[in-house]
């Protein structure tokens, strides 16, 4: 019981990182939108000086901006940021969840027949968690997986000592 108490209480945690860095991605992509369909609103007032010149510039900002601001809702990081920092901390109360059966199955503060009862409803709080955000795609991005799993360790070790 131990070992799968340590495994989900390291496995939550990277939960917790890896969400919280989808919102960040989230966060900043959106911004970036809205700086791209800013620039295109601008820019039209200065595309009338430079219509006579260059109309494919200025039809090609259109274009872009207008496509841009349909898909927006649409984009994977953009539409779940909110769901994404939602989690993040869902994860996190779960993770302190975990951190006190652990302290508390170390100290020999429940048997086995309790340990295993609040392990258990744990995990049905995970599950609940990801049921909740069932809409939510969380894909495999390697490099935001590493950083997460970096401070997942960094945390682990300050946290446990180890």
């Not at 209480?9 to 960040?24: D, G, Q």
């Not at 959106?30 to 006579?52: E, H, K, R, T, Y």
């Amino acid at each position: 019981m131990r070992i799968r108490i340590w495994k989900n209480l390291a496995n939550i945690r990277f939960k917790a990182f890896y969400t919280s860095e989808c919102a960040h991605l989230s966060y900043h992509a959106g911004n970036i939108i809205s700086f791209i369909l800013a620039f295109a609103s601008a820019s039209s007032v200065a595309a009338w000086v430079m219509w006579d010149k260059f109309p494919w510039l200025w039809a090609g900002i259109v274009a872009f901006s207008q496509l841009l601001h349909v898909a927006k809702p649409y984009l994977p990081y953009v539409k779940n940021e909110r769901d994404y920092i939602e989690m993040s901390f869902e994860y996190e109360y779960l993770y302190m969840k975990y951190e006190k059966l652990w302290h508390e199955y170390e100290k020999k503060y429940l048997d086995d027949r309790q340990t295993e009862e609040q392990f258990y409803q744990l995990r049905n709080k995970e599950i609940e968690i990801e049921s909740n955000h069932k809409l939510v795609y969380c894909p495999e991005i390697k490099w935001i997986m590493n950083k997460a799993e970096n401070k997942t360790i960094t945390a682990l070790k300050l946290n446990f000592c180890l």
